[in-house]
């Protein structure tokens, strides 16, 4: 069994609840917009296990350092995760065709910084977007995901809400 902390649109922005959360997580997937290096070099503290693919806003060394997409297999779950992905009947160009060609158990992906965990049928893919954990954006409330793999299936996931209180104001831009 594996619990894996997923979040997504960072855009530079660090906030010490992630390591909270994901402290006790196998594994740390970040589906892009990252921001900065200095996001990944503070997950890669929290759990040395990360799986990164870079977003439409990330720069060079972020992108020579990650892929667009990446296509795994962890606890017997194949996974495709990529930043601009889309959802079921709205999924971004080229991307149902690739479900088709590699039939993941899930797909993850971010961009629109909208929470979604909904299945598509058709492809026999969960799909999950982790909505945005950063700042930027129009985005309300800041989300992260985690999920349970177990033995090739996906047994739990949940939302985590990150509202702006006293506690923790803000955060802080990493550059």
Known sequence: MKK????????SWWDDRYAQYFSD??????????????????????????????????????????????????????????HIGGYPGKYAPGIRS?????????????????LKIMPDRSLGVLVVNPGAAGRQGWQVVRTLVTLTLDNGRVTHAQVIELADDKQHPQGRQLS
Request: net charge negative.
């Open 98 to 114: 690739r479900l088709q060609l590699s039939q993941p158990q899930v797909m993850v992906c971010g961009h629109s910084h909208i």
């Open 25 to 82: 997580c196998d594994e740390i997937w970040h589906a892009g917009d990252i921001g900065c290096e200095a996001v990944i070099d503070r997950l890669a503290q929290v759990c040395p296990v990360l799986r990164v693919v870079y977003g439409n806003v990330d720069g060079g060394n972020l992108r020579r350092r990650f892929k667009e997409m990446e296509i795994f297999t962890t606890e017997g779950v194949k996974v495709v995760m990529t």
């Open 4 to 11: 894996i902390g997923i979040l997504s649109d960072t855009h």
